[in-house]
Every structure is written in C-alpha cells, then in structure tokens.
Nanobody, 124 residues
C-alpha cells in the first residue's frame, strides 16, 4: 500500500489544520492507522492511532483533547484534525499503516507501511 499525507502548512498558534492520508494499492479497511510526527532534531513521536473499524482511538498526552483522528474506509482515507495548534506541534507529520493487532499500537516499529510526510509549521 502507498500512503500520501497532505494538508500541512503554516498556521498561527491557536489555529486549526486538517491532515489527510490517502492510500492506494490496497484497501485500508483492515489496517490499523496511525499518525506520527518528527520535529527538527528530535526523534519520531507517536501522535494518534485508530483501529480498523474506527471504534477506538488513542492519542499521545501532548495532543489529547486537541487532535482527532478519523477514517473513511470507503474513501480509503484517514484524517487528523488538529485544533488549538501550538508552536511545539511544528513537525513533519506522517501517516502509517499496520496489519491487524489486538493491541493499541503506539510504537512506530509496529507499523508496516509509511507515507511521505507533510510539514506543519505553527508560529507563535
């Protein structure tokens, strides 16, 4: 499966952005999806994940209450709605897909497919 993230850009603190991850090559309907980010000079960080059916979501403490992950299996897309953005949210955001697992996957090593990232810059 090929994944492509889009929707990044420059935003002032307090603003909102919506990222989208589009898949091609296979259906996402049986894959766990996640968003990760990597800020300059820092390691990749888990942001959010959503189960196959979308019935469960899980967020890092740093984005909980501000970001929302969702999926549309019919459209083969996964979105990340980011509200109340902060300068520390500045990073390259990447979407990833994992084969089915009963666990909530927050470790990047559990993900099998990765897309090109999209840059989000939040100014103060």
């Amino acid at each position: 499966v090929q994944l492509q993230a889009s929707g990044g850009g420059l935003m002032q603190a307090g603003g909102s952005l919506r990222l989208s991850c589009a898949a091609s090559g296979r259906s996402l309907s049986n894959l766990i999806m996640g968003w990760f980010r990597q800020a300059p000079g820092q390691e990749r960080e888990f942001v959010a994940t959503i189960t196959v059916t979308g019935s469960r979501t899980y967020y890092s403490d740093s984005v909980k209450g501000r970001f929302t992950i969702s999926r549309d299996n019919a459209k083969n897309t996964v979105d990340l709605q980011m509200n109340s953005l902060k300068p520390e949210d500045t990073a390259i955001y990447s979407c990833a897909a994992a084969l089915w697992s009963p666990a909530i996957l927050t470790n990047a090593r559990n993900y099998d497919y990765w897309g090109q990232g999209t840059l989000v810059t939040v100014s103060s």
